[in-house]
C-alpha cells in the first residue's frame, strides 16, 4: 500500500511524497518518491531528473503519513437506508 507523507526536517521547510511501504523499526533513512514542498512545487535544491529521495532519520524531527485510497476503496452509498 502507498502512503502519502510529509517529512518535517530540522534544516528546513517540510517535503512531501509518497513511500511504497512505512520503513522498518531498524530503518536509517526514509525513501520518498515524488518528493516536493508542500505547494506541490518543485524542490528548488533538488534536480528535476530526480525519482527517489533519500532522507536520513538523523535529519527528520517528524513525518505525518497518510494512506493513499485507491478507487476501488472508496464506497459511495445511494438511497436511503
Same mark, same amino acid.
Given at each position: /500500500?502507498?502512503? @502519502? *507523507? *510529509?517529512? @518535517? /526536517?530540522?534544516? %528546513?521547510? $517540510? =517535503? #512531501?511524497? *509518497?513511500?511504497? #511501504?512505512?520503513p522498518a $523499526?531498524?530503518? +536509517?533513512?526514509? +525513501?520518498? !518518491?515524488?518528493?516536493?514542498?508542500?505547494?506541490?512545487?518543485?524542490?528548488?535544491?533538488?534536480?528535476?531528473?530526480?525519482k527517489l529521495?533519500?532522507?536520513?532519520?538523523?535529519?527528520? =524531527?517528524? =513525518? #505525518?503519513?497518510? $494512506?493513499?485510497? %485507491?478507487?476501488?476503496?472508496?464506497? +459511495? !452509498? @445511494?438511497?436511503?437506508?
Amino acid at each position: /500500500m502507498d502512503y @502519502h *507523507v *510529509v517529512v @518535517h /526536517m530540522a534544516s %528546513g521547510d $517540510p =517535503v #512531501e511524497g *509518497v513511500i511504497d #511501504e512505512l520503513p522498518a $523499526p531498524n530503518a +536509517t533513512f526514509i +525513501t520518498l !518518491k515524488n518528493a516536493s514542498q508542500r505547494s506541490s512545487r518543485d524542490l528548488d535544491w533538488l534536480d528535476a531528473r530526480t525519482k527517489l529521495l533519500l532522507i536520513s532519520f538523523a535529519y527528520i =524531527v517528524n =513525518v #505525518e503519513i497518510s $494512506p493513499i485510497r %485507491g478507487g476501488d476503496d472508496i464506497v +459511495t !452509498k @445511494h438511497g436511503r437506508n
